[in-house]
């Protein structure tokens, strides 16, 4: 096996695509910035993916609820089991560090549910159901909870929870013996901000989340306090677009490069794909560009393992598109035509041979 060998993982809805396939699995051209699918996976509208810390499986949410595969040296998938949340549809999913637990967060029923992993990575038994409850400040979408986003702190102390909706990220104590959750505190987002997705710094000294209708990635420290307490202190509030009026537009997904040290979102609505630098000792971020995506509603957007080129998922156009960057100059330029995957939702690149 060559070293430094990828496969990318891109989910998918299949509703209306005429095509059973919510799981595309693609050779990775890291010198040309360009995949070429190897695999489809029967799956019913793969909403969201994840891949376990020990990078062995896959899970995936869907329909019925979760399934999960085992990842070959290959990295095709190869099925394990499915799981039933006992609720309306996820649209999040994450591990624990340990790959002993994995999060769902439920943005229709505002809910999260917990689930034991098994030493196969197969989908064990659910051992918490946690809702969300209050009423926001607006009618529309941000009057009731809407669980957009579960990660643990890279300590695994803790879960946080994204409240869209409400404007606030729960922060949950995990007991890692019961798989039980406790609420002990919050961190508040301005009205109407909508926090939707999160990401920590490699060291876990820092927390960014973007937030979808203000269309900004808010910074914050995370240290432990008194008590083994946590507390997250705003350092900074960044804007995801060059425009000063917002209007018509939403952040979508925030990613990271697998050094740490870019962060990427998207703006639906201009259809652009903003790309930060993360200063390694302070956290703050410095936008490198924000150009168009050649693309509709890019819902994720990603960068290639060597940072020098970019690739967008555009839902609503039904495409991927590729780019080559160059961070220096600011620049997104165009690498080679689209491909077509019908309404996806998230990507992953997996290295082969790092398991």
């Known amino acids: 096996m060559a070293k430094n060998s990828y496969v990318a993982y891109v989910s998918s809805y299949t509703v209306g695509s005429g095509t059973d396939y919510g799981i595309r699995v693609y050779d990775v051209d890291v010198k040309k910035g360009r995949m070429s699918e190897k695999e489809a996976v029967r799956i019913t509208n793969s909403s969201y993916i994840t891949i376990s810390r020990s990078r062995k499986n896959l899970y995936s949410i869907t329909d019925a609820g979760l399934e999960s595969y085992s990842i070959g040296e290959d990295g095709s998938l190869s099925f394990l089991n499915e799981a039933s949340i006992h609720g309306m549809r996820g649209c999040y999913l994450s591990c624990s560090r340990d790959d002993k637990y994995l999060f769902c967060a439920g943005y229709h029923d505002a809910k999260i549910t917990v689930l034991s992993l098994k030493k196969s990575g197969a989908i064990g038994e659910i051992t918490d159901e946690v809702y969300h409850k209050g009423l926001g400040m607006t009618a529309g979408r941000n009057f009731l909870p ?20 409400m404007d606030r990220i729960i922060v949950y104590r995990f007991n890692h013996e019961t798989g039980k959750l406790k609420e002990i505190d919050a961190i508040h987002s301005d009205q109407e901000s909508a926090p939707r997705h999160m990401q920590f710094s490699k060291d876990g000294k820092y927390l960014y989340v973007v937030h979808e209708q203000s269309c900004q990635i808010g910074v914050y420290e995370y240290k432990l306090g008194k008590d083994d307490m946590p507390e997250f202190e705003e350092i900074q509030m960044i804007s995801t677009t060059n425009e000063k009026d917002i209007h ?12 740490y040290k870019y962060f990427i979102s998207s703006n639906v609505g201009e259809n652009t794909v903003s790309v930060f630098t993360a200063d390694q000792k302070t956290g703050l971020l410095t936008m490198n560009l924000c150009l168009p995506v050649a693309g509709q509603y890019p819902k994720d957007a990603i960068l290639f393992p060597d940072n020098k080129h970019l690739v967008s998922l555009n839902h609503e156009s039904n495409s991927m598109t590729f780019f080559a960057v160059d961070m220096e100059k600011g620049t997104l330029i165009m690498n080679g035509p689209e491909i077509k995957v019908d309404q996806p939702n998230c990507i992953i690149f997996h290295e082969l041979g790092r398991a």
Request: aromatic share 4%; charged share 20%.
């Open 146 to 165: 809407h669980v957009q986003c579960v990660k643990m702190t890279r300590d695994n102390k803790f879960l946080l929870a994204c409240d869209l909706g």
């Open 248 to 259: 018509g537009n939403v952040a979508s997904a925030l990613t990271k490069s697998q050094d």
